[in-house]
C-alpha cells in the first residue's frame, strides 16, 4: 500500500473525493478540512494500492491538484486492515510488480544528479579497480562496481528517452560525459602517483592477468551481460524490489574498464586502453537499450492492465 497525503484547494475537494470514493484501489479516505496553511487548502488522506496509484495520480493530475496544491506520496509499510487487503485485490496486477512513474522520477533524480558526492564515489570505484586490475584480484573488482555511482545516471538517461524529456536527459547524460573522463584522469594521476612510490609498475599491467582479461577484451557476451543486467537493473529500480539493485551492478564492468583505460593510459599501453573504451562503451550502450526496452514494455504492459481495469 502507498499513502496520499494531499493538500487541495477548498473548491477542488469535493472532485478529489469523488474521484478516491470511486477507485476500489482507494480506502481509508480522510478528510481535514482547511488543515492545510502553505498552500492554503484542505488535507486529503487516502490509503491507494500500489498498482493502483498510477491512474489515482494521473486523475488527480487532470484536476489540476499537482499545481493548485500538492500531492505526496509514502510507502505504507504495514497496514493491517480487511479494507486495505480488498482495495489490493480490486486493483490489477500485483503490487510488487507495478511500476510508480512518480516514484521512478523521484528515485533517479537525486542518483542522476552531477555532484562532487557522484563524482568522489565515481573516482574512489575507478581507483579501487584499477587496483584490482594490477593486482588481477577479483574481489577488488567486484567491489568497485558495488561502490560505482554509475546505474543512477544511465537510469535518468532511459526514463528521459522513454518519457519524452530531454532536459532529464541530457542532466543525466552529464554524470556519464563528465563523471567517467574525471574519474579516468585522476585514476592516471593515482597510477602514475604509485608509480613514482614504486608500489606499482608497468610489468604489473602487461603480465599475466586470467581473471580480469576480460575487462580489455570485448565480444559478444560482454554485450550480452550488460543487456541482462540492464533489465535487471530498471526492473530493481521501477518495481517495490529494489534490494536486487546491487547485485546487478556486480554484473557490469563499466568501472573496472574506466580504470583499465586510464592504467593503460598511465603506461602508454594505447592497444590496451582501446579494448577497455570499447568494452566500456558496449557496457553503458548495452545498459541504456535494455533499460529504455524495459521501460517501454512496462508502460505498454500497465497501460493495457488499466485500461481493462477501467473497462470492468
Not at 88 to 96: D, F, I, K, L, Q
Not at 277 to 304: D, E, H, K, M, P
Request: charged fraction near 15%; charge should be negative.
Amino acid at each position: 500500500m502507498l499513502h496520499l497525503r494531499l493538500v487541495v484547494p477548498p473548491n477542488t475537494t469535493g472532485n478529489v473525493v469523488d474521484l478516491l470514493d470511486r477507485d476500489a484501489a482507494a480506502t481509508n479516505i480522510i478528510v481535514l478540512g482547511g488543515a492545510a496553511r502553505s498552500p492554503a487548502g484542505d488535507v486529503v488522506l487516502a490509503d491507494v494500492a500500489r498498482e493502483g496509484t498510477n491512474a489515482v495520480i494521473s486523475q488527480l493530475r487532470d484536476l489540476g491538484v499537482d499545481k493548485s496544491g500538492s500531492i505526496a506520496v509514502e510507502s505504507v509499510d504495514i497496514a493491517v486492515s480487511q479494507v486495505a487487503r480488498d482495495a489490493e485485490r480490486a486493483a490489477p496486477g500485483e503490487g510488487s510488480d507495478a511500476v510508480i512513474w512518480e516514484e521512478v522520477a523521484s528515485r533517479t533524480h537525486d542518483d542522476a544528479t552531477l555532484s562532487v558526492t557522484y563524482l568522489l564515489f565515481l573516482t574512489i570505484a575507478t581507483m579501487i579497480a584499477a587496483v584490482g586490475v594490477l593486482l588481477d584480484n577479483p574481489v577488488l573488482i567486484v567491489g568497485s562496481m558495488v561502490v560505482g555511482p554509475e546505474f543512477g545516471p544511465l537510469a535518468g538517461i532511459c526514463l528521459g528517452l522513454v518519457q519524452r524529456r530531454p532536459r532529464f536527459a541530457w542532466r543525466s547524460a552529464l554524470g556519464i560525459i563528465v563523471g567517467f573522463p574525471i574519474a579516468i584522469v585522476a585514476t592516471v594521476v593515482f597510477a602514475w602517483v604509485l608509480d613514482l612510490w614504486e608500489i606499482i609498475n608497468r610489468e604489473a599491467l602487461e603480465g599475466d592477468r586470467p581473471l580480469t582479461a576480460f575487462i580489455y577484451q570485448p565480444d559478444a557476451l560482454s554485450w550480452v551481460v550488460a543487456f541482462l543486467a540492464g533489465i535487471a537493473g530498471m526492473l530493481s529500480l521501477t518495481s517495490a524490489k529494489s534490494g536486487a539493485l546491487v547485485g546487478v551492478l556486480i554484473s557490469v564492468t563499466t568501472v573496472p574498464a574506466a580504470a583499465n583505460v586510464a592504467l593503460a593510459l598511465a603506461f602508454g599501453d594505447v592497444a590496451e586502453a582501446r579494448g577497455s573504451f570499447v568494452q566500456l562503451g558496449i557496457n553503458l550502450a548495452s545498459i541504456v537499450v535494455a533499460g529504455c526496452l524495459t521501460l517501454l514494455v512496462q508502460r505498454y504492459v500497465w497501460s493495457r492492465r488499466e485500461l481493462e481495469a477501467r473497462r470492468s
